[in-house]
């Protein structure tokens, strides 16, 4: 026991000491491309935010479908918790030990999401201890300072979604030709399944990726109870193309 509160104190005292020379927290870094650079899982570079093709989106043009889509494949709990989330880091580690995923995808919220793309590179070697400390620090300010629309909102305009568009209304507009608002159940899954892997789950040029991917966001959106069994079978029916 007293091993384990020497322990807790010194990650604790650790995590303090990176924390307090994270960046500062600020709403320019979450509107604009800041120095995102974006990685294959190769550690090759894939693209740098610099001049972007971007529309930008306000959250009540954001149609609730949208919402649901991301939240249930990215962060079920979003509205929960407060930037970080344990009991997601738990469901992560134990989904990592036993080889299934349970919808989650990985122990990162959407705030640390947003945060790792408004400050920080997407490189896996730079996955250090120091970093996802400043993240998780600046995850919890994120929640403190921002309300859960504004982070959603956020989070829809920056994420890189293939091409050199980012965001999602760039990318209902490039894939589509149609705003959002438009986009049937289908397309609206698509949309919110390709930031996870822009490459791998684009339409063009990986359409059986970007099925898969799809319904697997139709599937997170059933078990989080925001579309019935039957409407993803109906969406799961169309054609990805």
């Known amino acids: 026991i007293i091993l384990l509160e020497i322990g807790i104190a010194l990650g604790a005292t ?3 000491m990176y924390a307090k020379n994270a960046p500062v927290l600020s709403e320019q870094n979450l509107r604009s491309s800041g120095s995102t650079v974006f990685y294959d899982a190769d550690n090759k570079k ?3 935010l610099g001049t972007e093709n971007r529309r930008y989106v306000s959250s009540s043009q954001i149609p609730q479908q949208l ?3 991301v939240v249930s494949i990215e962060d079920r709990r979003f509205y929960k918790h407060h930037g970080i989330d344990p009991v997601r880091i738990a469901g992560a ?3 990592n030990l036993t080889g299934s995923s349970s919808g989650l995808q990985g122990g990162s919220t959407l705030d640390q999401q947003l945060i ?3 400050y920080f590179s997407t490189k896996r070697s730079d996955q250090t201890l120091k970093r996802k400390a400043q ?3 600046l995850a919890l300010k994120l929640d403190n300072t921002y309300s859960k629309e504004q982070i959603l909102t956020f989070y829809v305009n920056k994420v890189f979604m293939g091409f050199g568009n980012y965001g999602m209304q760039t990318a209902a507009h490039y894939y589509y030709g149609k705003s959002l608002k438009q986009l049937d159940l289908a397309q609206t899954a ?3 399944g390709i930031p996870n892997a822009p490459t791998d789950y684009n339409p063009y040029t990986n359409p059986k990726l970007a099925t898969q991917r799809r319904n697997e966001v139709l599937s997170a959106m059933v078990a989080n109870k925001k579309i019935t069994s039957a409407q993803a079978s109906q969406a799961e029916a169309e054609s990805i193309t």
């Open 46 to 48: 894939i693209m740098s």
């Open 93 to 95: 580690a134990l989904a």
């Open 14 to 16: 650790l995590f303090f």
């Open 135 to 137: 993240e998780a620090w």
């Open 116 to 118: 790792k793309l408004s």
């Open 67 to 69: 919402k649901d889509a």
């Open 190 to 192: 698509l949309i919110a």
